[in-house]
C-alpha cells in the first residue's frame, strides 16, 4: 500500500450478492474500517457473509472531515488485520484523502462480498430466531449480525443553537471545510475535544479571529523526551488495556480523547498559544440571548486540568523510562506561556464582530433501526467485547469497545479477530445443536455461546 492524495473511484464490486430474499451466515452492517476488519477475519476462517453499506467505503472520511484533516495517531498505528500501512512514512500522519484511499485499498485487496449504495432500515428478530434485515434494495435474512456503523451517526448541537439570530451563519463540525466556506468576520467555535480544537486552528493559521468556548477534554504531548508520546504509550501497553481492569468502566467509555495534532508533521495543540497569539478563550458556552452569549467561570480549570493530565502523561513517560532504563534525552518541562486575566462571562456577538458559528458539540448514536433489546437506558449497547446479550448480535468500532484503541485503526482490528472467533463458535454450536435436535440452524445460533 502506497499513500496518495488523490481519490480512486468508488470501489468495483462486480460479484455483489444479490440482497432480496437471500439468507446469509453472517451479515455486516458498514463497510468503514470496522466492517472491512471483520470481513477480512471472517473470510480468513471460510465464514459466508455479506457487508452492506449505506454509501461507499470511506465515505465518513470523505465527507465529514474538513479539507485540511490528518490522523492524530501516527500512521504505524494503522493495524487493520492483512493490511497494516507500509506507505514511506510510518512516523506521519495521513490526511483525508490518504485515509479513504487506505480503505479503498484495504478492501481492494481482498474483495470482501460488499453491496454499497444500500441502506439497512430496520434489523428485527423473527419467531425462528433467524435476524431479518430490512433495507433499500429488500428484506434479506442471517443467522448472526455485526453492527459495524460505528458512534457517530448524527451530529448533536445543543438546542440554545435555535437562539442564535438568523443573520449568523452556524455550521456542525460534521459540515465544516475550510475558512473559506464561513462568511467575513469573527468565528465563535464551541468545544474543545479533537474536532474543535483543530477547527479553531485552521481558521487561526487562516487569519481569521477566532473565539473558542473551551471545555474540559485534556490534552497530550505530541513529541516528549526524543519519541511520539503515541510510541512511548504503546511500549507502556495503554493501547492494550482491558476495559475489565477499571473500577470504573462506563466512565472510562465516556471520557472525551486527549486534543493533539498530526498536521505538518504533528505538533501540540496548546490553546494558550493560541490566546497569546490573539485567539478569545472563554469558559463553556452556557447561554445565549439574541445576540449575548453567556459562558461559564471556567476558562482557567478547563486549561489547567489539560494542563495537569498532559503532564502527568509526561510522568508516566518518565516513570516507565526510568524503571527500564531506557537512554533518552531529557526535557524541560511546560511552562504555560498565557494566563486569563479575568474570566469573561458575556459577549455581544455584533460587538465582537462574530459572523458564524462551528458546533464542534460531537454525535449522538442512532440506533433507532435496531428492533431489538440491547441497549441500557441511555441508548448504549449492552455487550462484552462487542458480544450482546442477544446471541448473535454484535457491535464492532465502538470507543473502548475493549481497549483504548478500540474505535481506531490500531485496535479495531483486534477486536474483529475476537467477534470473528466468536461468531465462528457460534456457527459451529449452531451446526452441533442442529445436528442432535433436528433445529433449524437460526434457532440453534440463538443459543448462548461460552
Not at 490566546?275 to 445565549?288: E, N, P, V
Request: aromatic letters at 8%; glycine letters at 12%.
Amino acid at each position: 500500500m502506497t499513500a496518495a492524495t488523490a481519490l480512486a473511484p468508488a470501489l468495483a464490486t462486480p460479484l455483489a450478492p444479490a440482497l432480496a430474499g437471500a439468507h446469509f451466515p453472517v451479515a455486516v452492517v458498514g463497510a468503514g474500517q470496522a466492517g472491512l476488519a471483520v470481513s477480512y477475519c471472517l473470510r480468513q476462517r471460510g465464514i459466508e457473509h455479506v457487508v452492506v453499506e449505506a454509501n461507499q467505503v470511506g465515505h465518513e472520511w470523505r465527507t465529514r472531515r474538513w479539507d485540511s484533516f490528518c490522523l492524530v495517531t501516527p500512521n504505524w498505528q494503522c493495524k487493520l488485520p492483512g493490511f497494516p500501512y507500509q506507505g514511506p512514512d510510518p512516523d506521519g500522519f495521513m490526511v483525508r484523502d490518504e485515509i479513504v484511499r487506505y480503505l479503498q485499498d484495504y478492501a481492494a485487496s481482498f474483495q470482501p462480498p460488499l453491496v454499497q449504495g444500500v441502506r439497512v432500515e430496520r434489523l428485527r428478530r423473527a419467531a425462528t430466531g433467524a435476524f431479518e434485515l430490512v433495507t433499500s434494495a429488500g428484506e434479506f435474512t442471517a443467522d448472526q449480525v455485526v453492527v459495524a456503523t460505528g458512534p457517530y451517526h448524527a451530529p448533536s448541537v445543543p438546542a440554545l443553537a435555535g437562539r442564535l439570530p438568523d443573520g449568523v451563519e452556524q455550521i456542525h463540525s460534521a459540515g465544516y471545510r475550510n475558512p473559506e466556506q464561513l462568511p467575513g468576520g469573527g468565528v465563535l467555535v464551541v468545544g474543545t475535544g479533537q474536532s474543535g480544537c483543530q477547527i479553531a486552528e485552521d481558521l487561526h493559521l487562516a487569519g481569521r479571529q477566532v473565539h473558542l468556548a473551551v471545555g474540559s477534554a485534556p490534552r497530550v504531548a505530541r513529541f516528549y523526551r526524543g519519541r511520539d508520546c503515541v510510541a512511548w504509550l504503546d511500549e507502556m501497553g495503554h493501547y492494550t488495556k482491558g476495559i475489565d481492569v477499571f473500577d470504573d468502566a462506563d466512565a472510562v467509555r465516556m471520557r472525551a480523547n486527549h486534543y493533539v495534532t498530526g498536521r505538518d508533521g504533528g505538533r501540540d495543540i496548546d490553546l494558550r498559544t493560541f490566546a497569546r497569539d490573539g485567539m478569545r478563550l472563554y469558559g463553556r458556552l452556557t447561554g445565549i440571548a439574541g445576540a449575548r452569549l453567556e459562558f461559564a467561570d471556567d476558562l482557567k480549570v478547563n486549561l489547567d486540568h489539560a494542563d495537569a493530565v498532559a503532564e502527568g502523561i509526561k510522568d508516566a513517560i518518565d516513570a516507565h523510562i526510568a524503571s527500564r532504563g531506557i537512554q533518552a534525552p531529557t526535557e524541560a518541562r511546560y511552562v504555560p506561556v498565557w494566563e486569563p486575566a479575568e474570566q469573561v462571562s458575556e459577549l455581544d456577538l455584533g460587538e465582537a464582530g462574530i459572523t458564524s458559528v462551528v458546533w464542534a458539540t460531537g454525535f449522538r448514536r442512532d440506533h433507532r433501526w435496531i428492533e431489538i433489546p440491547a441497549f441500557d437506558g441511555r441508548g448504549y449497547p449492552m455487550h462484552r467485547r462487542g458480544a450482546t446479550s442477544c446471541a448473535g448480535l454484535y457491535f464492532l468500532g465502538l470507543p473502548w469497545q475493549y481497549s483504548w484503541g478500540s474505535g481506531r485503526f490500531e485496535a479495531v482490528g483486534r477486536d474483529a479477530e475476537f467477534l470473528a472467533d466468536h461468531i465462528d463458535a457460534g456457527r459451529r454450536l449452531a451446526d452441533v445443536c442442529g445436528t442432535l435436535t433436528g433445529a433449524p440452524t437460526a434457532v440453534a445460533s440463538a443459543l448462548p455461546v461460552g
